[in-house]
């Protein structure tokens, strides 16, 4: 009985061994890739570094022997320090130019915005609304002329016809009174 039970246990242990490595087998085998990944770029690295190295053995070697073949060390760092100095020049100049530069950036943007403004004020384009408005006006005050002479003459008819109003109505008290006389001296030679 103890030999199943020792059985059944260590069918457990082997069934949770299973299982564990199903579960964390796919991070194991992640975890190997990332492992030899990491491995191969160190010795990547190692052979970069050593090549450096190497370019830095030469390097030195060679700046060795023209620091041995220079005679005169004094007027190479005089030279550096003078190389220094322009390269100070240099950088100072080239602030300002840049300093120049972003205010003739900024005079260039203003420039733009003034010309899109003038564009709006395009010279063919205003011409051409002058001579238009310059016929509407021509033809308004022919027009408004017409209406003037019209206007005159309309005024000059009816005085004329006002007068000739005047004259018949004075010509018709006449006839009138001329007729009420009659009236008057038929009845008082009837009476």
Do not use: C, F, W
């Amino acid at each position: 009985m103890n030999d199943t039970l020792a059985l059944n246990k260590l069918e457990k242990l082997i069934e949770i061994e299973t299982q564990l490595r199903e579960e964390y087998q796919q991070q194991l085998d992640a975890k190997d890739a990332s492992i030899t990944q990491l491995s191969q770029d160190k010795t990547a690295l190692e052979g970069r570094v050593s090549e450096l190295e190497k370019t830095i053995a030469t390097q030195l070697t060679t700046i060795t022997e023209i620091s041995g073949k220079s005679q005169d060390v004094q007027a190479l760092e005089q030279r550096n320090r003078e190389l220094h100095n322009r390269s100070e020049n240099m950088k100072e100049e080239v602030a300002t130019v840049k300093s120049r530069l972003k205010t003739l950036q900024k005079d260039l943007a203003e420039e733009r915005t003034e010309l899109a403004e003038l564009k709006k004020y395009d010279p063919q384009r205003l011409r051409k609304n002058l001579d238009g408005a310059k016929r509407k006006l021509a033809d308004k005050t022919s027009a408004a002329d017409k209406l003037q002479k019209s206007l005159s003459e309309t005024r000059s008819e009816k005085a004329q016809l006002e007068q000739k109003v005047k004259d018949l109505e004075a010509q018709l008290e006449a006839v009138t009174a001329k007729q009420d006389d009659q009236t008057e001296e038929g009845e008082q030679a009837a009476a």
